[in-house]
């Protein structure tokens, strides 16, 4: 529980910062990166407001430690390649509050990167773990399913 | 970091309170970054694409990670504070039945400490207090007993954040932290007198509706009850008295004699229990300070639904305290929020941070973790609904209703007696009640406070009525269609108030088209394929119908209109967005007067309107008559300056307010333009009528002129110096306000209290010099019609109706329920986003789904106020929940020239309540009058 200098890999970045190694990603994100698209929702990976890529798989930034991504590649919201996915956000209109959206980008962003062209089953299995409180689920789902279509159609 | 640069000049100049000006501060935006976050050039182009939004105003934001919320700023984000960032953690009790006899912070290490600790006494010694509307005990004192779960006993000031998050993960949990001396029974909260309690009472002339009643609320008058200790004691009936509070008793006494003995009535008799819920916006409240002693300035940033609350209260606060003595100035930056639901409107919070801020020696962050958030966060009220529903044997027709109906609002009094009032002025749902006696009282307890959220009482009020609905038809064997249309309101009816509803009632139309649907239809057929095919479910269909009021019955939008001389059409308004889309859709719906949607839109824009320099002086809903009519002749004078941001809200108010602004930007500024560049051009002076002039691809047109584009009508506007600017406010008490202004020649009525212009830089000094300090000319209303005090009493008359219909499949072994599919039908009145409308549909359907079947929080001390609840108790639905892929609707299209849009943020979550609790019963035979329903209850009851 000391902090020590390390070196996080963000977006491509490197970014040398001072903190305790057990510090979850998340927090270090926000408050010592300055990077604040990867949202705090409940501290403890339930809802997937902090979702982010480590190594191109999802996971939960609030439980995830900086010793944990140690040499890896850490992806956020503000780097994940999507540009076809966000589209697709924006024509579906998915986006009320938008808090949550980060994470259900990033949880979609890493099944599409994976499975092109998901079932309805797999795209169900994808999301179960990010929460809308606003409940834009539909359109997520539906959002997902128009860019499989393209991938399909490519 | 300081990457933008923001100076003094760029705050907006404020009203000022007991010395001290409050300013607000313009909220950080990202948008560069996000066009740059990797999102195709051709969606970063335009939004408003081929006449209609293409995606949300700020979607591009949203789904790049660059929309600021309010949790995301940091010191070093904000020009003219220091970078560095303190932080604050509140310390709340998790029991409220012991002495309370301060803390122990011996059990965290020397080097972790905070560097203050805010009690009780440094409250008292610097004469800080709450703002009176929150309640007194704002910290509680050493040796008292706190006022209910989570009572704020202290603040820990911490300049490290490694030190903050090492001594909150060490603290917060811990059993010996908060040091309680002797076990106090009962609690306190049941010593204290009800928050507020109502009746509505109602007798239909022997004359029928259309006659003058017999007795109600709304032609007699509203009375209350003597509080003793918590009982009611409402006043003695009196057939001849002249008091509408003895007249009513007796009216009401003679309804509830006759319903426990009319042998011809069939009379349901049931109670309904509904549960305390989390309103879980997915961004816990956050606040950030800095008191700039230098400049005398304290600067915050607040997440909050109703940031006008703010500004007036928190300088209130500020003026009294010798401590506070100093600060001339308030900032407040009241940025975008991630999710309110009601829980950030009007909520205790931000004060918290006000005083962290005052004892902090550097900018400082106080930000719930989502544990705080259950303990501490406005909550959803539980109602306890004893209701007589009396039924003609024959005829159906309901003959009379009676309902008590007993809310909890915890531990601070907040909105409980509006929300009280609410929802029982909501419990006849469609119904026509001839005769009827609602009492509605909310009490004091020991659970977090309850406050405004996602359905202000009426949510649980109405699918109680629909839960009887359904189970009157199965009792009396008739189809529940049936039953609802020998019932449903048409027009000409009254509410149980006695006011009658505006705009045109469709409710049999959407019986009608509901009940042609498949789902109800196939519904016998399909159950039997479905039960042979999954031997371990069973199916049910479900429906509820209800009709839920918005407004407040005070509304008070702002708006402003105006053009740049570059041609760009920007629009302010009012309200706080919080998802619902308000900025979409006002940037859209002025494009119907100005030929093209909004450039910018700047919303929360709440001391802005000062320009129109309106005062109030009284508490609208309870005014004379006489006051009103008198200060109606004061130019200046409004029942009401501003009123709070709530789902609900937007789409009719804030529009109302918007589209007249625009209305007076197109007469007074582009038409004058575009009036005075054909006359240039050797146009005759009498063919061009601004009747004839019309909107075509962005350009305005006149038949024999050529088509003038908007971006010169702008710049021709300011050339001339005339109007460029508009800016409206108007008044709601179930009718609009109206006045005569004169803006430019002619005297015109608009449905309006206040209009201000400002003018284009060609303006002359003699126009410059009628503009007051905010750059603005108020136009003298010359005469004033405010819609009558007694309207107060009809507590409501905008309504939206909504009927779901949802197919379920209950696992006899688990007891889960399973939504399969489901379809609304909803009055939506005039859309102007329908993406926007849809996400609404979406959104409450699953709200809804949680409060039927998910959510629940205890209503005692295991409950969210003991400080242990996150989402891995408490359930949240999931896309898995609601039947995600089969949710289908249907918005029934307006009526040409009759209908206005209307507020359904909210009713779109309360019919598949009683859709589901009926669909259950379908399924199992079983029926259910506590909400939620999980699958122990199901289990239990098909045992």
Same mark, same amino acid.
């Given at each position: 529980?000391?902090?020590?200098?390390?070196?996080?890999?963000?977006?491509?970045?490197?970014?040398?910062?001072?903190?305790?190694?057990?510090?979850?990603?998340?927090?270090?994100?926000?408050?010592?990166?300055?990077?604040?698209?990867?949202?705090?929702?409940?501290?403890?990976?339930?809802?997937?407001?902090?979702?982010?890529?480590?190594?191109?798989?999802?996971?939960?930034?609030?439980?995830?430690?900086?010793?944990?991504?140690?040499?890896?590649?850490?992806?956020?919201?503000?780097?994940?390649?999507?540009?076809?996915?966000?589209?697709?956000?924006?024509?579906?209109?998915?986006?009320?509050?938008?808090?949550?959206?980060?994470?259900?980008?990033?949880?979609?962003?890493?099944?599409?990167?994976?499975?092109?062209?998901?079932?309805?089953?797999?795209?169900?299995?994808?999301?179960?773990?990010?929460?809308?409180?606003?409940?834009?689920?539909?359109?997520?789902?539906?959002?997902?399913?128009?860019?499989?279509?393209?991938?399909?159609?490519? | 970091?300081?990457?933008?640069?923001?100076?003094?000049?760029?705050?907006?100049?404020?009203?000022?309170?007991?010395?001290?000006?409050?300013?607000?501060?313009?909220?950080?935006?990202?948008?560069?970054?996000?066009?740059?976050?990797?999102?195709?050039?051709?969606?970063?182009?335009?939004?408003?694409?081929?006449?209609?939004?293409?995606?949300?105003?700020?979607?591009?934001?949203?789904?790049?990670?660059?929309?600021?919320?309010?949790?995301?700023?940091?010191?070093?984000?904000?020009?003219?504070?220091?970078?560095?960032?303190?932080?604050?953690?509140?310390?709340?009790?998790?029991?409220?039945?012991?002495?309370?006899?301060?803390?122990?912070?011996?059990?965290?290490?020397?080097?972790?400490?905070?560097?203050?600790?805010?009690?009780?006494?440094?409250?008292?010694? %610097?004469?800080?207090?709450?703002?009176?509307?929150?309640?007194?005990?704002?910290?509680?004192?050493?040796?008292?007993?706190?006022?209910?779960?989570?009572?704020?006993?202290?603040?820990?000031?911490?300049?490290?954040?490694?030190?903050?998050?090492?001594?909150?993960?060490?603290?917060?949990?811990?059993?010996?932290?908060?040091?309680?001396?002797?076990?106090?029974? =009962?609690?306190?909260?049941?010593?204290?007198?009800?928050?507020?309690?109502?009746?509505?009472?109602?007798?239909?002339?022997?004359?029928?509706?259309?006659?003058?009643?017999?007795?109600?609320?709304?032609?007699?008058?509203?009375?209350? =009850?003597?509080?003793?200790?918590?009982?009611?004691?409402?006043?003695?009936?009196?057939?001849?008295?002249?008091?509408?509070?003895?007249?009513?008793?007796?009216?009401?006494?003679?309804?509830?004699?006759?319903?426990?003995?009319?042998?011809?009535?069939?009379?349901?008799?049931?109670?309904?229990?509904?549960?305390?819920?989390?309103?879980?916006?997915?961004?816990?409240?956050?606040?950030?300070?800095?008191?700039?002693?230098?400049? /005398?300035?304290?600067?915050?940033?607040?997440?909050?639904?109703?940031?006008?609350?703010?500004?007036?209260?928190?300088?209130?606060?500020?003026? /009294?305290?010798?401590?506070?003595?100093?600060?001339?100035?308030?900032?407040?930056?009241?940025?975008?929020?991630?999710?309110?639901?009601?829980?950030?409107?009007?909520?205790?919070?931000?004060?918290? $941070?006000?005083?962290?801020?005052?004892?902090?020696?550097?900018?400082?962050?106080?930000?719930?973790?989502?544990?705080?958030?259950?303990?501490?966060?406005?909550?959803?009220?539980?109602?306890?609904?004893?209701?007589?529903?009396?039924?003609?044997?024959?005829?159906?027709?309901?003959?009379?209703? *009676?309902?008590?109906?007993?809310?909890?609002?915890?531990?601070?009094?907040?909105?409980? =007696?509006?929300?009280?009032?609410?929802?029982?002025?909501?419990?006849? $749902?469609?119904?026509?009640?001839?005769?009827?006696?609602?009492?509605?009282?909310?009490?004091?307890?020991?659970?977090?406070?309850?406050?405004?959220?996602?359905?202000?009482?009426?949510?649980?009020?109405?699918?109680?009525?629909?839960?009887?609905?359904?189970?009157?038809?199965?009792?009396?064997?008739?189809?529940?269609?049936?039953?609802?249309?020998?019932?449903?309101?048409?027009?000409?009816?009254?509410?149980?108030?006695?006011?009658?509803?505006?705009?045109?009632?469709?409710?049999?139309?959407?019986?009608?088209?509901?009940?042609?649907?498949?789902?109800?239809? /196939?519904?016998?057929?399909?159950?039997?394929?479905?039960?042979?095919?999954?031997?371990?479910?069973?199916?049910?269909?479900?429906?509820?119908?209800?009709?839920?009021?918005?407004?407040?019955?005070?509304?008070?939008?702002?708006?402003?209109?105006?053009?740049?001389?570059?041609?760009?059409?920007?629009?302010?308004?009012?309200?706080?967005?919080?998802?619902?889309?308000?900025?979409?859709?006002?940037?859209?719906? *002025?494009?119907?007067?100005?030929?093209?949607?909004?450039?910018?839109?700047?919303?929360?824009?709440?001391?802005?309107?000062?320009?129109?320099?309106?005062?109030?002086?009284?508490?609208?809903?309870?005014?004379?008559?006489?006051?009103?009519?008198?200060?109606? %002749?004061?130019?200046?004078?409004?029942?009401?300056?501003?009123?709070?941001?709530?789902?609900?809200?937007?789409?009719?108010?804030?529009?109302?307010?918007?589209?007249?602004?625009?209305?007076?930007?197109?007469?007074?500024?582009?038409? =004058?333009?575009?009036?005075?560049?054909?006359?240039?051009?050797?146009?005759?002076?009498?063919?061009?009528?601004?009747?004839?002039?019309?909107?075509?691809?962005?350009?305005?047109?006149?038949?024999?002129?050529?088509?003038?584009?908007?971006?010169?009508?702008?710049?021709?506007?300011?050339?001339?110096?005339?109007?460029?600017?508009?800016?409206?406010?108007?008044?709601?008490?179930?009718?609009?306000?109206?006045?005569?202004?004169? *803006?430019?020649?002619?005297?015109?009525?608009?449905?309006?209290?206040?209009?201000?212009?400002?003018?284009?830089?060609?303006?002359?000094?003699?126009?410059?010099?009628?503009?007051?300090?905010?750059?603005?000319?108020?136009?003298?209303?010359?005469?004033?019609?405010?819609?009558?005090?007694?309207?107060?009493?009809?507590?409501?008359?905008?309504?939206?109706?909504?009927?779901?219909?949802?197919?379920?499949?209950?696992?006899?072994?688990?007891?889960?329920?399973?939504?399969?599919?489901?379809?609304?039908?909803?009055?939506?009145?005039?859309?102007?986003?329908?993406?926007?409308?849809?996400?609404?549909?979406?959104?409450?359907?699953?709200?809804?789904?949680?409060?039927?079947?998910?959510?629940?929080?205890?209503?005692?001390?295991?409950?969210?106020?003991?400080?242990?609840?996150?989402?891995?108790?408490?359930?949240?639905?999931?896309?898995?929940?609601?039947?995600?892929?089969?949710?289908?609707?249907?918005?029934?299209?307006?009526?040409?020239?009759?209908?206005?849009?209307?507020?359904?943020?909210?009713?779109?979550?309360?019919?598949?309540?009683?859709?589901?609790?009926?669909?259950?019963?379908?399924?199992?035979?079983?029926?259910?009058?506590?909400?939620?329903?999980?699958?122990?209850?199901?289990?239990?009851?098909?045992?």
């Amino acid at each position: 529980m000391t902090i020590s200098t390390q070196t996080l890999l963000v977006n491509g970045k490197n970014f040398t910062i001072n903190a305790d190694p057990n510090m979850p990603v998340l927090w270090a994100l926000r408050d010592i990166i300055g990077l604040s698209g990867t949202k705090f929702g409940c501290g403890s990976g339930l809802c997937g407001a902090c979702t982010i890529h480590v190594d191109g798989a999802p996971m939960r930034g609030c439980l995830t430690s900086l010793k944990q991504v140690v040499g890896k590649q850490v992806t956020t919201i503000e780097g994940v390649e999507a540009a076809q996915l966000r589209a697709k956000w924006a024509e579906y209109n998915v986006p009320q509050c938008g808090y949550c959206q980060a994470g259900q980008i990033m949880s979609a962003a890493a099944l599409l990167a994976t499975t092109p062209t998901p079932t309805d089953g797999q795209i169900d299995e994808a999301m179960a773990g990010n929460i809308c409180r606003c409940g834009t689920y539909p359109r997520i789902k539906a959002a997902i399913k128009a860019a499989a279509t393209e991938n399909a159609e490519a | 970091m300081k990457d933008w640069a923001l100076s003094r000049r760029d705050f907006i100049k404020k009203c000022v309170i007991g010395g001290v000006t409050v300013y607000s501060a313009p909220m950080l935006f990202k948008p560069e970054e996000a066009i740059a976050a990797g999102v195709k050039e051709s969606l970063a182009q335009s939004w408003f694409q081929d006449g209609k939004p293409a995606f949300r105003f700020d979607a591009i934001e949203k789904i790049t990670g660059q929309k600021i919320y309010g949790r995301d700023y940091r010191a070093v984000d904000i020009p003219s504070w220091p970078d560095t960032q303190h932080h604050a953690f509140i310390v709340r009790s998790h029991i409220a039945n012991k002495v309370y006899l301060g803390l122990d912070l011996d059990i965290i290490p020397a080097d972790i400490q905070p560097y203050k600790i805010i009690t009780a006494e440094d409250l008292k010694n %610097n004469e800080l207090t709450l703002p009176p509307f929150y309640g007194d005990n704002m910290l509680l004192e050493v040796g008292k007993v706190p006022d209910y779960l989570g009572h704020e006993l202290a603040i820990l000031l911490f300049d490290k954040f490694d030190d903050f998050i090492k001594a909150k993960l060490l603290l917060q949990f811990h059993e010996q932290f908060v040091k309680y001396g002797d076990e106090v029974v =009962p609690y306190t909260a049941l010593s204290r007198p009800p928050y507020a309690a109502w009746r509505i009472i109602r007798q239909e002339s022997a004359q029928g509706v259309a006659a003058e009643d017999q007795y109600s609320t709304f032609s007699n008058g509203q009375f209350f =009850p003597k509080y003793v200790g918590q009982k009611l004691e409402w006043p003695k009936a009196n057939n001849d008295s002249k008091d509408a509070g003895e007249k009513g008793m007796f009216i009401a006494n003679a309804l509830r004699q006759e319903i426990d003995s009319n042998k011809s009535w069939f009379v349901l008799d049931k109670h309904y229990q509904t549960q305390s819920i989390e309103p879980m916006m997915l961004e816990p409240e956050a606040f950030n300070g800095f008191y700039d002693k230098k400049s /005398q300035t304290l600067h915050v940033v607040i997440t909050t639904q109703s940031p006008q609350d703010f500004f007036q209260q928190a300088g209130k606060v500020l003026a /009294q305290s010798p401590l506070t003595k100093g600060i001339t100035n308030l900032v407040v930056h009241s940025p975008y929020i991630g999710g309110g639901f009601g829980a950030k409107d009007h909520t205790i919070f931000p004060y918290y $941070g006000v005083i962290a801020s005052l004892f902090a020696t550097a900018p400082v962050r106080l930000a719930n973790n989502r544990f705080e958030q259950f303990q501490s966060g406005l909550k959803r009220h539980p109602f306890s609904i004893s209701n007589k529903l009396a039924f003609d044997k024959k005829t159906l027709k309901i003959q009379g209703f *009676v309902s008590d109906i007993k809310v909890d609002g915890g531990g601070r009094e907040n909105f409980s =007696p509006s929300v009280t009032s609410v929802g029982a002025s909501a419990s006849q $749902g469609i119904y026509y009640m001839p005769r009827n006696d609602i009492q509605a009282w909310c009490l004091p307890s020991h659970l977090p406070t309850a406050g405004s959220m996602r359905g202000y009482g009426s949510l649980q009020t109405m699918a109680a009525m629909e839960m009887m609905m359904n189970e009157a038809a199965d009792t009396l064997a008739v189809d529940p269609f049936t039953l609802r249309r020998a019932n449903a309101m048409v027009d000409g009816d009254k509410n149980t108030q006695g006011a009658t509803p505006l705009g045109k009632i469709r409710y049999v139309e959407m019986l009608d088209l509901a009940e042609k649907h498949p789902i109800w239809q /196939q519904r016998d057929a399909n159950k039997a394929k479905f039960d042979k095919a999954n031997p371990d479910k069973s199916f049910g269909v479900g429906f509820g119908f209800v009709s839920k009021d918005y407004g407040t019955g005070a509304n008070a939008p702002s708006a402003y209109a105006g053009v740049t001389p570059e041609g760009k059409l920007v629009v302010k308004i009012f309200s706080v967005e919080m998802g619902t889309g308000t900025d979409t859709s006002q940037a859209t719906l *002025v494009s119907d007067y100005v030929g093209k949607a909004a450039d910018t839109v700047e919303i929360a824009q709440i001391k802005l309107f000062d320009a129109m320099e309106l005062f109030e002086d009284d508490n609208p809903y309870i005014m004379s008559q006489e006051h009103q009519d008198k200060m109606a %002749n004061d130019p200046r004078w409004t029942p009401a300056v501003v009123s709070a941001s709530s789902a609900s809200q937007s789409a009719f108010f804030q529009s109302h307010a918007t589209k007249h602004a625009a209305k007076i930007l197109f007469e007074e500024t582009l038409f =004058p333009a575009a009036k005075a560049i054909w006359l240039e051009a050797g146009g005759k002076a009498e063919k061009i009528l601004i009747d004839n002039a019309q909107w075509q691809n962005g350009q305005l047109t006149l038949e024999g002129f050529a088509p003038i584009e908007f971006s010169l009508l702008c710049k021709k506007a300011h050339a001339l110096g005339i109007v460029t600017g508009v800016m409206t406010h108007a008044f709601n008490r179930w009718e609009w306000a109206d006045g005569d202004f004169k *803006v430019s020649n002619q005297l015109k009525n608009y449905p309006l209290d206040a209009i201000a212009v400002e003018y284009g830089i060609g303006a002359s000094k003699a126009i410059k010099a009628t503009l007051n300090k905010q750059g603005f000319k108020v136009i003298p209303r010359q005469s004033m019609r405010y819609p009558k005090v007694q309207l107060n009493s009809a507590m409501v008359r905008y309504y939206t109706p909504c009927l779901t219909m949802v197919e379920v499949a209950v696992h006899k072994v688990s007891g889960v329920v399973e939504i399969l599919r489901s379809h609304t039908w909803i009055e939506p009145g005039k859309v102007h986003v329908k993406q926007l409308v849809e996400g609404q549909i979406e959104g409450g359907l699953t709200m809804g789904v949680g409060h039927v079947l998910h959510e629940y929080l205890p209503a005692d001390e295991t409950g969210a106020g003991n400080g242990e609840w996150n989402i891995d108790r408490y359930k949240v639905p999931f896309a898995k929940d609601n039947g995600v892929w089969n949710i289908d609707y249907t918005m029934l299209p307006p009526i040409e020239g009759i209908d206005e849009s209307k507020g359904l943020a909210e009713v779109v979550m309360i019919p598949i309540v009683p859709a589901v609790v009926e669909a259950i019963y379908q399924a199992t035979n079983k029926r259910f009058y506590h909400l939620p329903i999980t699958p122990n209850d199901i289990l239990e009851a098909i045992k």
